[in-house]
């Protein structure tokens, strides 16, 4: 089984509506983080989370919200989803005693469509 | 604000080609510097990392040197192979901070 689990992997949804994309990991680390992928851009941060109680803006925000239900749990939601906000998203993990030399590790991510 | 700009693609090569792909950046303080791979249907996975200057990071036969002079990281393979087709990310992250910065990615097909 993969270290780092996003469900579902793929969804279609129409405009308004609200959607959620979960992340669940067994590797044990503090940190997770929420980016997402558009071609030509990279990846984008929107969320990220140090601990269960530590939830912090990346670059990306606005429109979407987080939870982080336990140190294992990170789910993003999309209160009302708009098609710009089609795109593919990633979920991934980095253990901060190994921050600067560390690195993400990243689920197989979600495919996002809204219409 | 720190940076990472890599070239576009697609690069097209056939099999056996030697490969490069640039990486440039820009940073405050001293980062480590990354290589992910994506292969089609799936999450990044890191390839290789460097941590220093003039470390050399390898795996998988391919190749990058950390080169503080000219602020690059350029990855290189000698001979690619059909396997190694996907999306290639450059990436810093500097200590103390949860950012980790990814260039835009560049696309390699290899041909048979």
């Known amino acids: 089984d993969a270290d780092v689990t996003q469900t579902p992997r793929n969804r279609i949804t129409k405009t308004g509506k609200r959607i959620m994309l979960e992340c669940s990991q067994t590797k044990g680390h503090d940190r997770m983080y929420w980016y997402r992928q558009d071609p030509g851009l990279g990846l984008r941060l929107i969320y990220y989370s140090f601990d269960v109680k530590d939830i912090n803006k990346g670059e990306i925000s606005d429109g979407y919200s987080v939870s982080r239900q336990a140190q294992a749990k990170f789910s993003l939601s999309l209160e009302s989803a708009i098609p710009n906000q089609t795109a593919l998203y990633f979920c991934?993990?980095?253990?901060?005693?190994?921050?600067?030399?560390?690195?993400?590790?990243f689920g197989e991510g979600s495919r996002l469509t809204v219409l | 604000g720190d940076s990472v700009t890599q070239m576009e693609g697609p690069v097209t090569l056939s099999e056996e080609a030697f490969l490069t792909i640039n990486c440039t950046y820009t940073a405050t303080g001293y980062p480590s510097l990354f290589w992910y791979v994506q292969y089609p249907g799936e999450g990044l996975q890191l390839l290789l990392k460097a941590t220093k200057a003039d470390d050399k990071g390898s795996n998988k036969g391919f190749e990058a040197t950390y080169r503080k002079e000219t602020t690059s990281f350029h990855l290189e393979k000698g001979s690619v192979q059909v396997s190694d087709s996907a999306v290639y990310f450059c990436a810093l992250t500097t200590s103390g901070t949860y950012k980790y910065i990814f260039g835009t990615g560049t696309r390699l097909k290899v041909l048979a």
């Open positions: 991934a993990t980095s253990d901060s005693s190994l921050t600067n030399t560390g690195e993400l590790f």
